[in-house]
């Protein structure tokens, strides 16, 4: 069964810290991973990683894919209490359109 | 990347009763995708809406508790059925980008009395 691991679950730290994200998968015939920010209802889109090695990155935010061990890391880098959401990783499976989604980490930022 | 407008945002409804949520895309789109998210949890595809043919319901989804409508390209409806506090949730529509990924209405929160 196709399936999308987030870790941690929850994560408190101090506005300036660093912070790495970590979502693992396994499904079949894996084709992208997207990485979104949900602060209310409406998950906003961070990154598509597709090909492993190579970094996505948006200011304080960056991304990389490890397809060979299956998993990926969203790094966040002095960090700001506007960066407290939940983050969310998703894995599309076989080609269908569809992705499945991990169950998130809650990132509080503490001024 | 494509806007949608949901509605409502939100609602408190009467268990017994149907609620239905409209999304409006700004742009013609072949599939369109429901999804559902329990209180913390995480998001759950119910179905995908295809204009022209019966939607494709996800494992434990219905077509009578959760029927959709998609009458063209730009739009689409879910109605929540008979509805009981478990169908408290966070409902979204969304439509796929090749770039982007998925792109998110912005929500509708239903809370069930």
């Known amino acids: 069964e196709d399936k999308v691991v987030q870790s941690p679950l929850s994560l408190v730290v101090h506005e300036g810290d660093t912070v790495t994200l970590n979502c693992s998968y396994e499904?079949?015939?894996?084709?992208?991973l997207l990485w979104y920010k949900q602060e209310k209802k409406a998950p906003t889109f961070l990154f598509m990683l597709?090909?492993?090695?190579i970094e996505k990155k948006s200011g304080r935010l960056s991304s990389i894919l490890d397809k060979k061990e299956l998993f990926s890391i969203l790094n966040i880098t002095a960090t700001q209490t506007g960066d407290s959401a939940v983050y969310l990783c998703?894995?599309?499976?076989?080609?269908?359109?569809?992705?499945?989604f991990g169950t998130g980490t809650r990132l509080k930022v503490l001024a | 990347s494509a806007v949608i407008s949901q509605k409502p945002s939100r609602d408190i409804c009467q268990r017994g009763t149907s609620l239905t949520i409209q999304c409006q895309v700004d742009s013609q789109v072949t599939m369109m995708f429901w999804y559902r998210q329990q209180p913390g949890q995480s998001l759950t595809l119910i179905a995908t809406a295809n204009q022209g043919s019966e939607a494709t319901y996800e494992s434990g989804f219905v077509i009578d508790k959760f029927p959709i409508s998609r009458p063209n390209l730009t739009f689409s409806t879910l109605t929540v059925s008979n509805m009981s506090p478990e169908d408290s949730s966070i409902y979204l529509c969304?439509?796929?980008?090749?770039?982007?990924?998925?792109?998110f209405g912005s929500g509708t929160r239903l809370t069930v009395v």
């Open positions: 499904v079949t015939n894996f084709r992208s």
């Open positions: 998703a894995v599309e499976a076989s080609g269908t359109y569809k992705y499945i």
């Open positions: 597709t090909s492993s090695g």
């Open positions: 969304s439509v796929l980008d090749r770039v982007d990924g998925y792109t």
